[in-house]
């Protein structure tokens, strides 16, 4: 193992292991393929990582599949594009290919492809020897209109990582597989006698096997995650609209039991005194791979999220992750955005805010985001994101146009 480096401070941020009070301990939940949970558009970026009942776009197949019966146009596809953790490294980021194509007036078709690079690593005892390790994910969904305001999508994906120097068999690239289900709703209310459109989404991703490095010896959790979101577009008149939105989300992952989940277990299951177990690492490790927590399934996994974090209720609103934001739009051609993103100090403490623009034509968009971090020593902070959108049906009218010239 002494000639593989494993991008540790990609795969999760550790928490202290000592003894200390567990209402004010760093425990946030870990789990494998991290760049899973990167948001991977300019729009939502400059939201405040807000998408799950915004209006629907070419990147709802991150966010909420569910949303592309909704959309205006026959077809579209957009190229992401994420410089990521400048903070630490120049060479690591996110590319996402992103389309989806209507195939009647009720049901779609979406698809997305995902890559992370995490640049060029070398070896701890070797710098002459170097390693690209990278991450990918491709996806395919399914979304139809149940009514007039509602509609559900499935989607299927696979995961593969490849992150360590492969010198010998102690370590493989890991992979598999997972599901999306989706609900989403979009009607309309009167607001001071404008009609205004309000939603809201639901989405279950990431729901499927672990991933393993060791050829399975141990395996870690995939992201499942749920995020549930509202949105209100409201039109002053008819060029000017303002959208309200926000998303409430939640890693259904279990959490890592803490050393002092495994000293007070050993105490009362082996008895003796908590000092013969506090120092103990190497048990508490054994612990964790045998029974405490390696060996829960991806399906127990779920459900044991709701209720495991070691300091009770209190604890378990802790993960839910906030996001809140707004988006201006001029004669739906000029956006403004700006958002406001909120995780727990005990878990993770990524808080900052974001702002963004696009401009839009009938043809294509462009968008971007930035992200202003409020935590100290944020590695996200100055992330900037950009996309790149093209509308087939702008693209067929504009080639019609030149054919009848």
Known sequence: MKKILFILAFLCLFASLKAQDVKNQLNPIYYGVNSLAIAPDARAGGLGDV??????DVN???????????????????????????QIANDIDLAN????YRL?????????????SLGEVGLMDDESVTFKPYEMAFDLAYSRMLSETFSAAVALRYIYSDLAYHADDETTPGSAFAADIALYHNGYLNLGGHESQMGWGLNISNI????????????????TNMRFGLSLLVPFDEYNTLTIAADANKLLV???????????????????????????????????????YYNVSPISGIFKSFHDAP??????????QWSVGLEYAYNNQFFLRAGYHYEHPNKGNRKYFTVGAGFKMSVFSL?????????????????????????MDGINDLLGKRRRR
């Open 51 to 56: 998408g799950a009942a915004t209006d629907p």
């Open 60 to 86: 709802s197949q991150y966010w909420n599949p569910a949303k592309y019966p909704f959309c205006i146009s026959r077809a579209g596809v957009s190229l992401n594009y994420t410089p990521w953790l400048r």
């Open 97 to 100: 290919l992103t389309g989806y």
């Open 104 to 116: 009647g007036d009720y049901d779609a078709l979406s698809a997305s492809l995902r890559y992370f």
């Open 208 to 223: 499927g096997s672990k991933i393993s490095y060791d050829d399975g010896n141990t395996s870690e959790f995939i992201p």
């Open 254 to 292: 279990p959490t890592r039991p803490t050393m002092e989940q495994y000293v007070k277990h050993m105490v009362e299951t082996e008895g003796g005194e908590a000092a013969d177990y506090e120092q103990n690492y190497s048990d508490y490790r054994s612990w964790l791979e045998g029974e405490g």
């Open 311 to 320: 300091n009770g209720f209190k604890e378990e609103m802790q993960e839910i």
């Open 367 to 391: 968008d971007a985001g930035y992200v202003i971090s409020t935590a100290q020593s944020n590695p996200l902070d100055q992330t900037l994101r950009f996309s790149l959108a093209f509308d």
